[in-house]
């Protein structure tokens, strides 16, 4: 719709800069260019954009979540956190969703009632593979085995949990690849001169400008036979 586009065009990152900083995170001077690293080193990276990180030598996300969740039990009224709690299902009375129904990893059930509404806050979709290619209009059909860096629960549980209710959904068809990773590992390591070097499928040719960005590259392997393709590079094409 016309009204979930517009809100989601809101340019509000520095805003919830300033608001972490409010609420007690510490940010570092250093800058990270990569969208997988949290060492505070800056690598050159043209294709993603460079971001902060917090001060410290724990993971970033792990830092949010801490000042998160600490806030959120010093509140005035405080928060409560239920661990290995699953949503199941939206609660809708009269055209309201006033709760959630969810389930325990010990099989415990709960009903959460909800007198202002409900905040849906679950993540994306990175280990749901058929929920990807449901949507995918960009990439060839993605394979049952396809690897991801995403953890294990990752798998949209809340975006279907809303689509039950009638919940539109957009931009489902984003998924981003990680261009150089195999079925058995997230990538190479150590990285071989990416975006330069000579890409080839396994009948020996080269099947793309390798300069191109991470999701042309990726839906021109997804197209190869096999899934397969081959960088090549001499002994000083490591960085």
Known sequence: SSAASDVYKRQESYPCYLWMEDNGFV??????????????????????????????????????????????????NPVEYLMEVAGKELIVTDGRVTGVNAEGSDGTQYVIHAENGVVLATGGVGSNVD?????????????????????????????????????????????QMFVYGTKYSMGVAPYVSNYTNMLVNNSGKRFVNETASDRELSAAMLAQDGYEVYILSDANGST
């Open 27 to 76: 940010w570092s001077d250093a800058v990270i260019g990569t969208k997988a690293s949290d060492s505070g080193t800056v690598t050159l990276d043209a294709q993603r954009a460079r971001r902060n990180k917090g001060a410290g030598d724990g993971k970033n996300s792990q830092m949010m979540i801490d000042v998160l969740v600490q806030g959120g039990t010093n509140a005035e």
């Open 131 to 175: 929920l990807i290619n449901e949507y995918n209009t960009w990439y060839p059909q993605i394979p049952d085995d396809f690897a991801t860096d995403n953890s294990a629960g990752v798998t949209g549980d809340g975006l279907i949990m809303a689509r039950d209710i009638g919940v539109e959904l957009i931009d489902m068809d984003k998924v």
